[in-house]
C-alpha cells in the first residue's frame, strides 16, 4: 500500500536530517543547523496547512495567523513569566485551541473560495492589530526573548535545539499520521470527496471540520512557539500573507495529502531560499518559478510521485 511507501519516506526524511546534522556538527556550522531548525518550524506550520487542503479540500490562506499567535504568546511567556520551554508550549496550546474554536466557528461556516478569503480576512485583522499594538512592540516585534532551557538543553545551542526541535516533529508527524488511520481521518477524507453525502450516513460535517480547523490551529501554534526559541525576537511580519503562501507551496511541492511531504517541501524551500539568496534578493521570483513548474508539470508533488513509485519497486521485489 502507498500509505506503508509513506511512512518508509518519513522515516528517510529524519534519517537525512540526523546525516545533515552529522555533517554540520562534523563543520562545526551553526548557520547549517539553524537554518534546518527554521525549515522543520516552518514544516510544522506546512503540516497544518496539509490537514486543511490536503485531507479535508480547505484552504487556508491565513494560517500564518496562528502560526504568529503561538510565536508571540511563546515569547510573552518567555520574557514575562519564566524561561521554561514546557510552560511556553502548554500556554501556547491552550490559548491557540481557544482561538481556533473561535476561528473556526466563523470560517468553516463558509466554503471553497469564501472559506480561503475569510481565512485570509482574519490574519490580516489581526496582523494589523499587532502591527499597530505598542504593548506588543508594534512594527518592531518583541525582541530579546530569553533562550529557555529544558532537561539540561539550552536552545540558545543551535545543536541541541535542532535535535528537540527534529524529534518533536518525528512526535508531531507520527500522531498526525496515525490520527488520519482511524475513522476521524477518514471522515476527513469523505469531506474532501463529497461533504454532502455525510449527514445521509449520521454525521456531521461542521463538527469534523471544526475539531480538524483546531487542531491545524494547535500545530500551527506549536511550530510558531519555536520560532522565539530559535530567533530571539517575533515580528507581525510572521501573521502576514507571504507566511501563508508559502505554507501552501511548500504542501503543494511536496505533495498534498501526504503530511510527510509538508516537511519535504519545507526542507527544499528554505534550502532553495538560502541558496539562491546567497546569489541574488530576488529568491521569491525562483521560488515562484518552482511552484508554477510543481502545479503544471508535478500535481502530486514530490511525496505524491515518489511514495508509488517506491511502492511499485517494492512489490516488485517481493
Known sequence: MV??????????????????????????DVFFFRL????????????SVDLLLGRTGLLPLG?????????????LVLKHLAPSLPLAMFIVLVSSTVVGLLGGVIAIRAKGVYFALI????????SKVVFNTRELGASDGLIGVPAPVW????TAHAP???????LGMAALLAFLLWLMNTPFGRQLDAIRTNEHRLPFLGFDPWRYKLAVFVLAAQVAALSGALYPMLRGFVSPELMFFQVSGNAVINVIVGGTGTLVGALYGSALLTVLKSVVGSFTAHHAIVIGALF??????FPKGLVGYLAPALQRWRSKRA
Open 3 to 28: 500509505d506503508s511507501a509513506v511512512r518508509l519516506l518519513s522515516y528517510a526524511f529524519f534519517a537525512i536530517a540526523l546525516v545533515f546534522a552529522a555533517v554540520a556538527w562534523t563543520l562545526d
Open 36 to 47: 534546518a531548525t527554521e525549515a522543520l518550524i516552518f514544516g510544522g506550520l506546512a503540516l
Open 63 to 75: 494560517q500564518a495567523l496562528f502560526f504568529g499567535f503561538g510565536a508571540y504568546v511563546s515569547a
Open 119 to 126: 481565512s485570509f480576512g482574519l490574519a490580516q485583522v489581526v
Open 151 to 154: 532537561l539540561g538543553l539550552d
Open 160 to 166: 541541541s535545539f535542532f535535535l528537540l526541535v527534529l
Open 292 to 297: 508554477v513548474v510543481s502545479v503544471i508539470f
